[in-house]
Nanobody, 123 residues
Framework: VQLQASGGGLVQAGGSLRLSCAAS????????MGWFRQAPGKDRAFVAA????????IYADSVKGRFTISRDNAKNTVYLQMNSLKPEDTAVYYC?????????????????WGQGTLVTVSS
């Protein structure tokens, strides 16, 4: 199975982007899913996670109220809607799958990672 993240790009501060994470080769419907990001010169950090059913979501404090994680299990895809973007949101964004069906903010809990998509927010 592979995860393919897409939707990154260059956007001005205050703008919006929607990232997608599509899976091939295996259904994601039973897995917890998460988004993480790595800014230049920094460690990878948690952004948001969603339970297998979509009924539970958790967010990093830095994105609460601005970002929304969602999933469409019929399309085998997870989304990250990012609004009111700030220059400090600039990073490579990674999606990941957690095979134990938990909803975790710990990257060590995740078993499968996508390749990342770059988001650049200009001031």
């Amino acid at each position: 199975v592979q995860l393919q993240a897409s939707g990154g790009g260059l956007v001005q501060a205050g703008g919006s982007l929607r990232l997608s994470c599509a899976a091939s080769g295996r259904t994601l419907s039973r897995y917890g899913m998460g988004w993480f990001r790595q800014a230049p010169g920094k460690d990878r950090a948690f952004v948001a996670a969603i339970s297998w059913s979509g009924g539970l979501t958790i967010y990093a404090d830095s994105v609460k109220g601005r970002f929304t994680i969602s999933r469409d299990n019929a399309k085998n895809t997870v989304y990250l809607q990012m609004n009111s973007l700030k220059p400090e949101d600039t990073a490579v964004y990674y999606c990941a799958a957690e095979f134990s069906s938990r909803t975790s903010d710990n990257e060590k809990a995740y078993d499968l990672w996508g390749q990342g998509t770059l988001v650049t927010v200009s001031s």
